[in-house]
């Protein structure tokens, strides 16, 4: 059982930047795909970024290619999303999640959930 926890939501204002965590309870994560999904409120869950590191490869939304950045702390067992030029339309529950296997962005995909951290965009 993989355990996350994510760090780092808040308030800020459009075109801030923010750092959001996700520690995991395992001895590493080299062998997961590891990802960020949100939910902004009266909407479904959607995918942000992902990082797998069995075959080396990152996907992002359209929506925050340009902005976003998915990283690895492997040493920390942890997962990092920099997030840049924030607008009110990023504000959501961001949600950690990680799975067993390639990367993928799709939600059913993922095993393991973090419960989320709240970030909020003001304009």
């Known amino acids: 059982q993989v355990q996350l926890v994510e760090s780092g939501g808040g308030l800020v204002q459009a075109g801030d930047s923010l750092r959001l965590s996700c520690a995991a309870s395992v001895p590493t994560l080299t062998s997961y795909t590891l990802a960020w999904f949100r939910q902004a409120p009266g909407k479904e869950r959607e995918f942000v970024a992902s990082t797998a590191r069995i075959v080396l490869s990152t996907f992002y939304a359209s929506s925050v290619k340009d902005r976003f950045r998915i990283s690895r702390d492997d040493a920390r067992n942890a997962v990092i999303l920099q997030m840049h030029d924030l607008t009110p339309d990023d504000a959501a529950v961001y949600y950690c999640?990680?799975?067993?296997?390639?990367?993928?962005?799709?939600?059913?995909?993922?095993?393991?959930w973090g419960r989320g951290t709240q970030v909020t965009v003001s304009s």
């Open positions: 999640a990680a799975r067993r296997g390639g990367n993928s962005g799709a939600e059913d995909d993922y095993e393991y």
